[in-house]
């Protein structure tokens, strides 16, 4: 999930915990919401054990709770939902609870109050609070993303700078060419690192904002421009390049596509097997309704359990690397973005094939 978007809430496999002592009021509330086609999974309980027991072993998404029980009321069952899974949507249902007694109930904490007499109310309160407790939690995410994308940004930032910082405060005292000359060096590595760092929050920004602009790309200079910006990577003459492209221009939208194959094949330069020099071979294939590219390296490779993770944001390969996670997640959105897919199949020790394929629509064949 990219953490400034908000996703609509699908209203599928609720868990609902039901505080019912009746079993006739039980089936009566389970036939009225299957008769709205929500589809839940629904859990009968009548007492405070049996509630706080439940909600030890399961997560639950809605609580609907009745106010007449043996040892318990609508007020004690919130007390306990609140302490044990706060954030989960309340809802009393009764036909034995005064409206005064509904209101406090509510200044107490609880979502909605349905009388057992109205009950066509219930479907329609339970899937607004569904939604709004979704989007609570997904916002809460989206922050604690965000916190998250802020501070390992700050952290790829603030390193090269305090490098750049560190070799100028020894340059001052340097006497000797060779002395500078190696520092000079040192500044060059650290500037370049910082200029990655900040091309990186770049393309999440214009990825996320821009609208797709098409225009003729010629390919070939494109990815004469991706290469060159290999070249700011450590160790950047062990990689060797095998451009099989043949396709000379697309109609498309140019910093979007540069974005994708730019961080496909730097993710596959990151990800290189330093046992042995790094080969990635460019492909590009037109077809009657979309061009592919293929990016194809001879890398480290990735775990077959992690293969469903590696579009996600902050996502790396293994524990080595250097990155920050966001290289195949900007790929996938700008991807995205210009209506195309992308797919990924790698094998650990071996290497990693990547295609994007752009629909027609954006392309023209030479």
Known sequence: MYFFDLILFNLKNLRIIIIEDSENDYFLIERVLRQSNIDFTGTRVDNKEELMQQFKQNRYDIVLSDNSLPG??????????????????????????????????????????????????????????????????????????????????????????????????????????????????????????????????LHIFRVKESTVDCEQVLIPQILDEVILSVKLYDNHEQVDFRNYTLLETIHTDAYLLKAILQNVIENAVRYRDESKRCVIEIHTYASFDSVTFVIKDNGAGIKKELHDKVFDIFFRGNAASKGNGLGLYISKRAVEKMNGSISMSSVEGKGTIVKVRLPLTTVVKP
Do not use: W
């Open 72 to 201: 318990m009321d609508a007020f004690t069952a919130l007390e306990v939902t609140r302490s044990m899974q706060h954030d989960v949507p309340f809802i009393i249902v009764s036909g034995a609870i005064g409206e005064e007694r509904a209101v406090d109930a509510m200044k107490a904490g609880a979502n909605d109050y349905i009388s057992k007499n109205n009950l066509s109310r219930l479907p329609l309160a339970l899937k607004r609070e569904a939604r709004e407790a979704e989007n609570r939690r997904m916002r809460m995410e989206s922050e604690k993303d965000l916190m998250t994308f802020i501070y390992r940004s700050s952290h790829d930032l603030k390193g090269p700078l305090a490098s750049i910082k560190g070799i100028l405060s020894i340059m001052k005292s340097s006497v000797s060419p060779e002395d500078i000359m190696d520092n000079l060096s040192f500044l060059e590595q650290s500037t370049c690192h910082l200029e990655i760092a900040l091309q990186r929050l």
